[in-house]
């Protein structure tokens, strides 16, 4: 199933639901960072989330930034989504595995650590970003960027996540986002039968491999809720805007000395970009003419 973002509403618009199907992007992740198992799930998790989270902005070229920051081994997870559908991100220490938690899943939670922070910086092409931080409530990543929607956003919100992540690499990935708008925000029953019914439900994942669609999953949630499920279907995607100019501009950045330094002791440059692994190189050609640029910029 390819990676896709549907949007619905439910309970005469009460009810704002938006699901995503992740695996394909996941699994590019792990390949691009080599990571571990756990550290496939927190970052797929954290993917997902901003997948959500952005998919309520408005206005074109508007991204969402999921900052997560707890005291385990992981270390830092940083990722970048767009209302375009397009994620990237890593984690500080991608080779960290951990046994199963106690009930036999993959323990995000004590990778990521149960003491931190989660920071949220949302740039919607109106001016200066905004941005928030909570403190971590599990390092489950689901828990705690609802912890964030609640306390930040003042919207209560119900967020499913799932990675399942093999031998054979990530076979299922995504999330359910169900938020109760202002409207119905006051209907404790309303609240109170979401609660329950994603209560019992044995997890995303294992929805997705049994061969549902998010609609069938939205229907089981919210069939009998006057379920109304937008017909488009946008296209998700793991993609970097990095690329070789963008790191000779930052080569250039440092100025002639610099790289005249590294000309005659490196022999060139390399440079790999954090968010998608790709490396790039810089030869003695490239960094002289960055060298000779700086000269007659200064003339």
């Known amino acids: ?7 619905a509403t439910a309970a005469d618009n009460g009810i704002r639901a938006v699901g995503v199907i992740t695996t394909r992007l996941t699994e590019e992740a792990r390949q691009r960072h080599k990571l571990s198992y756990v550290a496939t799930a927190a970052l797929g998790r954290t993917m997902a989330s901003g997948l959500l989270l952005a998919s309520s902005m408005k206005k074109e070229g508007s991204r969402v930034n999921i900052n997560v920051r707890g005291n385990g081994p992981l270390g830092q997870i940083l990722i ?18 951990l046994p199963p938690n106690s009930k036999g899943k993959l323990d995000v939670g004590g990778a990521v650590g149960h003491e931190g922070y989660l920071y949220v910086l949302k740039d919607t092409g109106y001016g200066f970003p905004y941005s928030s931080t909570v403190e971590l409530i599990s390092g489950e990543i689901g ?5 964030y929607l609640v306390n930040s956003e003042q919207t209560p919100s119900a967020l499913l996540l799932g990675v399942f992540v093999g031998s054979q690499g990530v076979t299922a ?10 409207k119905a925000a006051r209907d404790e029953s309303l609240i109170s039968l979401l609660e ?6 044995s997890g995303f994942t294992p929805l997705l491999r049994a061969g549902n669609s998010l609609t069938e999953i939205m229907e089981q949630l919210l069939g009998d809720l006057g379920l109304s499920i937008m017909p488009e279907v946008q296209m998700l995607r793991f993609q970097c805007g990095c690329s070789f100019n963008r790191v000779l501009g930052a080569l250039k950045m440092l100025g002639a000395a610099e790289l005249q330094d590294m000309i005659e002791k ?31 910029e200064s003339n």
């Open 266 to 296: 490196d022999e060139g440059a390399e440079a790999t970009c954090e968010f998608c692994g790709e490396v790039y190189q810089a030869t003695e050609s490239h960094l002289s003419q960055l060298v000779s640029d700086l000269k007659t």
């Open 173 to 182: 990935a995504g999330g359910l986002l169900l938020q109760v708008l202002p």
């Open 143 to 147: 828990d705690d960027v609802a912890n």
């Open 80 to 97: 970048d989504a767009g209302l375009d559908g397009t994620v990237r991100g890593y984690v500080s220490n991608p080779g960290v595995e």
């Open 1 to 7: 199933m390819a990676d896709q973002l549907i949007r």
């Open 196 to 201: 329950s019914r994603i209560a019992h439900l």
